[in-house]
């Protein structure tokens, strides 16, 4: 069955550092894979998406992901964070052969100090 | 045009008693799920309509739920005799035709909460 894990619960950075938030997906087909964002009081944004072709992707707000097939990984990297991006982040894989049936990892926490 | 809209945004009920909440996704978008994401958790795939296709009901946790789409527009989810695991998050999203790499617009959710 298809399932994303997303090993950091939490994630605390300075700002202005740099960031990394870990992906890892289970399906046996080219996975479609989101990364979607939810800011305090506001709904689940997209950052970027990955279906086919480059296998680094660029998204909204300087976020980028790289698709790695043979660790079956997509990782989220920002080079420099800025407080504004503290927000919880899902991973998600969509199921194709029918519709954009989404499955979200449990989300990762990220904690900016100034 | 408008995002998704979903009311109420807060709802506190009394176990045992029936809910319902409700969606408007965007209009012109024939795609409508309905997610639920629990304290801590992610967020959990409940329904989908497409149309006037049958719906996929796969993630509906048990036949206390269900959901309804009323002329490919708004959509209703109810929740029967409502139990305090119930409490959570519902999140409603819309998108244009349902393709499997369509970006997706997530509602605000209603805050479900049941004493």
């Known amino acids: 069955a298809q399932s994303v894990t997303q090993p950091d619960i939490h994630i605390t950075v300075s700002e202005g550092a740099s960031l990394e938030l870990r992906c890892n997906y289970s399906y046996g087909a080219t996975p479609y894979l989101f990364w979607y964002v939810q800011s305090p009081g506001q709904g689940l944004q997209l950052l970027l998406k990955y279906f086919s072709g480059d296998t680094l992707v660029q998204g909204i707000k300087g976020f980028e992901a790289e698709f790695k097939r043979s660790q079956s990984s997509f990782n989220l990297r920002k080079p420099s964070v800025h407080w504004s991006d503290a927000a919880e982040y899902f991973c998600?894989?969509?199921?194709?052969?029918?519709?954009?049936?989404?499955?979200f990892g449990a989300g990762t926490r990220l904690a900016v100090h100034p | 045009g408008a995002g998704v809209s979903q009311s109420p945004s807060n709802k506190v009920t009394e176990k045992g008693k029936d809910v319902e909440l409700r969606c408007d996704p965007i209009s012109g978008h024939t795609a409508l799920y309905w997610y639920r994401q629990s304290l801590g958790q992610g967020l959990e795939f409940l329904i989908y309509?497409?149309?006037?296709?049958?719906?996929?009901k796969s993630g509906l946790p048990s036949d206390r739920f269900s959901a309804e789409r009323t002329g490919g527009s708004v959509s209703t989810l109810t929740i029967q005799r409502t139990q305090q695991e119930d409490s959570a998050v519902y999140l409603c999203?819309?998108?244009?035709?349902?393709?499997?790499?369509?970006?997706?617009?997530f509602g605000s959710g209603t805050q479900l909460s049941v004493l």
């Open positions: 309509f497409q149309g006037n296709s049958a719906p996929d």
């Open positions: 998600a894989v969509g199921v194709s052969g029918g519709y954009n049936k989404l499955i």
């Open positions: 999203a819309s998108s244009p035709s349902g393709g499997p790499n369509e970006k997706l617009f």
